[in-house]
């Protein structure tokens, strides 16, 4: 396994749209081990693709406090939801900012597992806030992109400030 590097906003790459799985192989196995490996060490509760520089629609979550829930889903997709939350997010492309945003409160999602099986999931809670956190990423979009163009300009100019970019 390899620690892969994380984009950090406001690199363009985080807004381009990733592309469907066609065929879960060798390559996709050790990109999720990879992701997973880059998330539990960053450390993080959730990682996409894109966040990685790679355009393709896989995303790995693990919302357990002992890190051993590791969710792997291939070409996710929310089929239903219900409800609304508010909750603080972060984001391991956005380090230390978090900003309240408004999510469904439960989802059903169809996706892969690691081994190309399809499968259904019911989410609530922090699961289902994660789950549509890094589903937007494969879309092209940062949490950030919620909040107010006010909040924006000043998150993108404190991001480039920490990371010397003009």
Known sequence: ?????????????????????????????????????TMYSAPGIGLAAPQVNVLERIIVV?????KDSLLAMVNPEIIDSEGQAETEEGCLSVPGIYAPVNRYEKIQV???????????????????????????HLDGK????????????????KMKKTLRIT
């Open 110 to 136: 169809r996706a892969q597992d690691k081994k190309g099986e399809s499968f259904e999931l019911e989410a609530e809670g922090l699961l289902s806030i994660c789950i549509q956190h890094e589903i937007d």
């Open 1 to 37: 396994m390899a620690l892969l590097d994380i984009l950090i906003y406001p690199d363009q790459r985080l807004h381009a749209k990733a592309k469907p799985v066609d065929q879960v192989d060798s390559r996709i196995q050790q990109l999720i081990d990879n992701m997973s490996e």
């Open 142 to 157: 940062v949490f950030v992109d919620y909040l107010s163009r006010l909040k924006q300009e000043r998150i993108r100019k």
């Open 62 to 66: 693990d919302i357990s406090e002992s």
